[in-house]
């Protein structure tokens, strides 16, 4: 069904990278990867967007390859119409089971959406499946921590607990971030000690890697290591 995609995905094929691919994304074993490099992908997601064949590629689930996910991720990016696009995320979340996959996804349909988006983002982020928590917590985090930041939607990542790695690295990155876009409404989480042990300190650790926090507030977050 998915041979004419497939294909030009084998065209852009470079076996060195996958192998690289291979090594930063655990679980996935390396005879999944060709080896298209994510530039290249995305510049193939916008060329076939429109074609007849992509619909029918993105109902052929689950796919054989991670590059065909990584494809499907960003073709589901370039849907413009909004139901369209929600549809296809929930059709496609059950099959994502790596965080490149999940992270490589940003819809562009939600930027108009955020009231309905807001809605989507609690459910997802609620699911103990882990890469659909994970996306849902990033989608909280880009489109939701600058002009439509409420300071309530922190207790969303605040109250996920769980066991798995990627899943808590989101939690950290998410609140890493918004010390550096909401500070104040950020640092109680911290000062109160309202994270998971491990997501506290991992916060502290990204927050004071960022260059969007400075040199004092780097070194009081010092200070509140767990």
């Known amino acids: ?55 029918e590629f993105l109902t052929d689930l689950p796919h054989g390859c991670f590059d065909e996910d990584m494809l499907h991720a960003l073709l589901i990016s370039e849907i413009k119409d909004y139901e369209t696009c929600i549809a296809a ?20 349909a939600f930027k ?27 989608m909280l985090m880009t489109h939701f921590l600058d002009e439509d930041f409420e300071a309530e939607l922190l207790e969303i990542p605040a109250a996920v607990r769980s066991e798995e790695y990627y899943v808590n690295m989101m939690i950290a990155w998410f609140f890493a971030t918004a010390l550096a876009k909401q500070w104040d409404a950020a640092i109680p989480y911290l000062q109160q000690s309202a994270l998971d042990s491990w997501v506290h300190n991992k ?24």
């Not at 916060?203 to 767990?226: C, F, H, N, P, W």
């Open 1 to 55: 069904m998915s041979m004419p995609i497939r294909d030009r995905l084998f065209e852009l094929q470079d076996s060195d990278y996958a192998a690289f691919q291979a090594k930063l994304t655990p679980g996935v074993p390396l005879e999944r990867f060709i080896g298209v490099r994510v530039p290249d992908a995305r510049r193939l997601a916008k060329t076939i967007a429109s074609n007849p064949e992509t619909a």
């Open 203 to 226: 916060t502290i650790q990204k927050a004071r890697e960022s260059r969007r926090i400075v040199d004092e507030r780097k070194a009081y977050l010092k200070t509140l290591k767990r």
């Open 89 to 108: 995320v929930d059709a496609f979340l059950p099959y994502m089971d790596n965080w490149a996959v999940c992270d490589v996804m940003s819809p562009k």
């Open 112 to 138: 108009k959406h955020k009231a309905e988006l807001l809605g989507k983002i609690r459910i997802w982020a609620s699911s103990k499946e882990a890469y659909t928590c994970r996306f849902g917590l990033e």
